[in-house]
């Protein structure tokens, strides 16, 4: 995930000019209703199969939809909640809170499965308020970690290539 | 070549959230574009709502939301409990002997009804939107502003969507740095952007918003309910008594009734006329914003309203306001938050955040319930700030805050001094897990016969 290799101090230079952060704004088409835009972002173009982010967001729109949905159960929910004065929210837990649990278990699923070997972060839009699903870059923030161990390593073993090679030349 | 490494593991730049942020060891020489060196920080845990932008108060370590001014949410609870134990206490023990026992009870069940639908209003969260992080802010603003132009003050932003064929504009807010929602509206009393916004209630002391507003109605209704049925079992009291002794010795009798009968008389047509008004509301799916802005005013010979949001059925648009699935609170107000607090006496540079005046005032205002954390430079602009009011300090974060924004359309997140500029640093957050119960000491202050838990996250 995280792999141990030198860069030349050209390539760390230019590795700046590639946005770290990705975001998929909400798309509002159906209301209030919350929904991500499902377009694919120029920036992710090299990085991840078209199809498989439309299918990601396709799924995570699904998922809200259902936790928004407005059938029996949530009519149900909302009646025994009404006749209880609300209280019963204090002790139980909402359909939708259920749903984004499974949210959250999907997108941990994907980051394992998809994204994490590409060196890239799906978070939860829970944790932006719902605003917006962004995609991280990990690889790059580690690279910029290592930089100076990378310097140390090279360095170290420019020298020992060097005191390993001054005996040999005094035998010659 | 030596500037663009040490740029590079500049610190202040890494946005991913579970890398905390280091201190660069101070072997570096600090470059011209790195002002704000910290020498020295420390990472302390703090909740969310320790650090919450917005004017809100909180209790029980975050359980309770309510907004800055409370209002006459004290006079409202205190007619209500004076007027109800006026009744049970006088009126009630007449009535139980001369006519029936069910009158304490339905009393009593409206009373409850009221109470604590009242509490759930004011103290839970009506569905306040957390403000853009910075690098959201970035973002939007390099989709929107791509010229580069930089002016003290950008035009007012808007963005237009189609719902269900209705073309609705989107504004900006340059306080939370986002394109509101639809029907979503900042408070300027709480200072934050509410979702599906109605009103802000000084009755009930805070907004009622998308997760409040059955809360609000259900409180409303039987309040109508339990003021009528109130003023309707006085009269009959008095009724009764001046059928016995006549009207004069009736009144001497019970002095309580007639202290009933005038808080009843004077609420009781506001009250219910508030009902009727919230009762069309809900048939039509609006909110009062949108209904006193006149949004979606309805044409004539047209069958259907302009709302978009309108299922166009009364009963459907009951069962979506009212029995709706329950929103979650997306502030996360007990969730944990690493806070960088920084001892550096190091200048601080023109850009400030919006959060930090705002933080600061909070802070100091509510000293009793949150604990000092900011230290050094932070500390100086917060004793600065306090001479300002409120609103003029936000005033000027946010027009030094659009001042820079626009400078900055291509650093989407490698744009050091959107970091560098606030001296807290958001490093790591934590969503706080929701247990099924859990006991609280203001639970166990108000409770007499059962548990709360208001509205944790």
């Known amino acids: ?172 | 070549m030596r500037d663009c490494e040490y740029q590079q593991i500049d610190p202040q730049t890494l946005t991913v959230p579970s890398v905390p942020a280091v201190a660069v060891p101070s072997v570096t020489s600090p470059t011209s574009s790195d002002v704000l060196h910290p020498q020295k920080s420390t990472h302390k845990l703090r909740r969310k709502w320790e650090v919450f932008p917005g004017r809100n108060r909180f209790y029980c370590d975050g359980r309770i939301i309510l907004a800055r001014q409370s209002g006459v949410l004290p006079l409202t609870l205190g007619l209500i409990l004076l007027t109800s134990g006026l009744f049970f206490i006088f009126d009630c023990p007449f009535l139980v002997e001369h006519l029936t026992r069910t009158i304490p009870a339905i009393g009593g069940i409206l009373f409850f009804f009221v109470v604590i639908s009242l509490l759930q209003t004011s103290f839970s969260d009506p569905g306040i939107l957390p403000r853009a992080t910075p690098d959201e802010a970035a973002d939007v603003e390099k989709h929107i502003d791509n010229s580069g132009s930089s002016t003290y003050r950008p035009p007012p932003r808007t963005k237009e969507v189609v719902i269900n064929d209705q073309v609705v504009k989107l504004k900006y807010c340059f306080t939370c740095k986002m394109f509101r929602p639809p029907r979503t509206s900042h408070c300027s009393l709480c200072d934050n952007c509410v979702e599906r916004f109605d009103h802000h209630c000084p009755w009930v002391g805070n907004c009622v918003g998308r997760r409040n507003y059955r809360f609000f109605y259900t409180f409303i209704l039987s309040l109508s309910f339990l003021t009528a049925f109130i003023f309707g079992c006085v009269i009959t009291h008095l009724t009764l008594r001046s059928q016995q002794h006549g009207l004069v010795r009736a009144l001497q009798d019970s002095p309580a009734s007639v202290v009933e009968l005038v808080i009843c008389f004077f609420s009781v047509w506001s009250i219910l006329g508030l009902s009727g008004f919230h009762t069309y509301l809900v048939a039509s799916n609006l909110t009062t914003n949108e209904d006193i802005k006149g949004s979606w005013s309805t044409k004539r010979g047209v069958e259907e309203s302009g709302n978009p949001y309108s299922y166009n059925s009364i009963i459907t648009n009951c069962c979506a306001v009212l029995c709706g699935p329950m929103p979650p609170s997306l502030i996360d107000r007990r969730g944990f938050v690493e806070v960088e607090t920084l001892a550096s006496q190091a200048e601080v540079p023109s850009m400030v955040t919006k959060n930090d005046p705002n933080m600061d005032t909070k802070v100091l205002s509510d000293s009793t319930t949150l604990p000092w954390f900011v230290v050094g430079q932070h500390t100086l602009r917060s004793v600065q700030a306090m001479p300002d009011t409120l609103t003029g300090c936000t005033e000027d974060a946010s027009r030094i805050q659009d001042f820079s924004s626009p400078r900055q359309p291509n650093m989407a997140s490698f744009s050091p001094s959107w970091k560098k500029t606030s001296n807290k640093t958001v490093t790591q957050m934590w969503r706080a897990q929701k247990g099924p119960f859990s006991l609280n000491s203001f639970g166990a202050l108000c409770s007499t016969t059962c548990t709360f838990k208001w509205d944790s996250t």
């Open chain 1, 1 to 172: 995930f995280f792999p141990l290799q030198t860069h030349s101090l050209q390539d760390m230079r230019q590795q700046p000019s590639i946005a770290a952060k990705v975001f998929i704004q909400r798309d509002y088409a159906s209301g209030t209703m919350c929904q991500f835009q499902t377009k694919f972002p120029p920036e992710l173009e090299n990085r991840i199969d078209k199809q498989q982010f439309e299918e990601t967001v396709r799924t995570l729109n699904n998922l809200y939809m259902e936790a928004e949905k407005l059938g029996g159960q949530s009519y149900l929910e909302g009646c025994l909640a009404c006749l209880t004065a609300y209280t019963i929210f204090l002790c139980m837990e909402t359909h939708y809170e259920k749903v984004l649990k499974k949210i959250a278990k999907y997108i941990q699923e994907q980051n394992d499965k998809i994204y994490a070997p590409r060196g890239l972060l799906l978070t939860d839009p829970i944790e932006r308020g719902l605003r917006v699903v962004s995609f991280l870059e990990k690889e790059m923030h580690c690279q910029k970690k290592l930089t100076p161990y990378f310097l140390v390593l090279f360095l170290g073993c420019f020298l020992l290539q060097f005191l390993v090679s001054k005996p040999a030349r005094k035998h010659c």
